[in-house]
């Protein structure tokens, strides 16, 4: 009887450990899940949609899937043009192996540092927010993923460096999968 309950406790005992492990792992991928406040540097230069994406803008980028492997790069020629709080953005992206593509928003900028999106793939309108010298504008996007048309959820992030230059880090997700990121350096055209 004895080796009965020493064999019932211990087995009470393995399945308590699985579930504290378990919870533990559940609490883990919550935090994975949750989106991440915005870091930003109030001492800085402050990001303006409106003043850096305004005139002619190249950059560069590195894609990456979701297990930081490179798995393509581009680089990028865009103008933007501004009537009051209405802007016009237009990108073309030129992959390496010659994908091209091209991409508009129409930005409209809003009180508090607020400003909403919106372009001919997009599933909803952006909405995106700045402070200091970052912003965060959050959308999804029907785009080709994996030779098939998709909806993809983007947390796109931009640091200005300086004046005429910004970082922008994308966040790609479909659900709530990370299947990728990229970097993205983008600097205003000096005329």
């Known amino acids: 009887m004895k080796k009965f309950f020493k064999f019932t406790a211990m087995i009470a005992a393995a399945q308590l450990a699985v579930g504290c492990a378990a919870i533990d792992q559940l609490d883990f991928i919550k935090s994975k899940e949750a989106p991440a406040p915005l870091d930003y540097l109030e001492n800085s230069v402050k ?3 409106k003043n850096f994406l305004n005139g002619d ?3 560069f980028a590195i894609v990456q899937d ?3 492997k490179i798995e393509n790069t581009y680089t990028i020629k865009g103008n933007g043009k501004w009537e009051e709080t209405h802007g016009t953005i237009q ?3 030129a992959y ?3 994908k091209k593509e091209g ?3 129409l930005i409209t900028t809003g009180e508090n540092g607020e400003y909403t999106a919106i372009g001919h793939d997009f599933v909803e309108t952006a909405k995106g927010q700045q402070f ?3 912003s965060k504008v959050n959308y999804a996007l029907m785009t080709n993923y994996k030779d098939k048309k998709q909806k993809i959820d983007f947390d796109d992030r931009f ?3 300086d004046e005429n230059s910004a970082i922008i880090i994308s966040t790609m997700k479909q659900g709530r999968i990370l299947i990728g990121k990229t970097s993205i350096s983008l600097q205003k055209v000096k005329n």
């Open 91 to 93: 990108y073309s992206m």
């Open 159 to 161: 640091y200005m460096v």
């Open 57 to 59: 803008l190249t950059g």
């Open 103 to 105: 991409r508009t928003w």
């Open 47 to 49: 990001f303006n949609v």
């Open 132 to 134: 200091g010298n970052a």
């Open 96 to 98: 390496n192996g010659g």
């Open 66 to 68: 979701q297990n930081g």
